[in-house]
Nanobody, 117 residues
């Protein structure tokens, strides 16, 4: 079973930046599509961004132009660079490992991002 560990969350002021990391165990990272999701209490988990094994990226409209997803296959690690953060970006951010067609069943423990003055 693949284990995912997110890190890099914290408290940041509006307009600030954070970089999240997701480290994956095992040897399927380099052939997998990786995704970031986020969730606020009492709401559905929502997709934020994805990156295929080949490096193609996609973004939810609400983060386009502000967030950048990337990956380092040599380190089995995915990143989410978040700029121009807004209070509505406050959430627990989770990473997921899956296929191009759909996310997998493996989730990390999440990392809290709080955007507040």
């Amino acid at each position: 079973q693949v284990q995912l560990v997110e890190s890099g969350g914290g408290l940041v002021q509006p307009g600030g930046s954070l970089t999240l990391s997701c480290a994956a165990s095992g040897n399927i990272f380099r052939v997998s599509t990786m995704r970031w999701y986020r969730q606020v209490p009492e709401s559905e988990r929502e997709w934020v961004a994805g990156i295929t094994a080949g490096g193609a990226t996609t973004y939810a409209d609400f983060v386009k132009g502000r967030f950048a997803i990337s990956r380092d296959n040599a380190k089995n690690t995915m990143y989410l660079q978040m700029d121009s953060l807004k209070p509505e970006d406050t959430a627990v951010y989770y990473c997921n490992i899956g296929s191009v067609l759909k996310p997998g069943n493996n989730w990390g423990q999440g990392t809290q991002v709080t955007v507040s003055a």
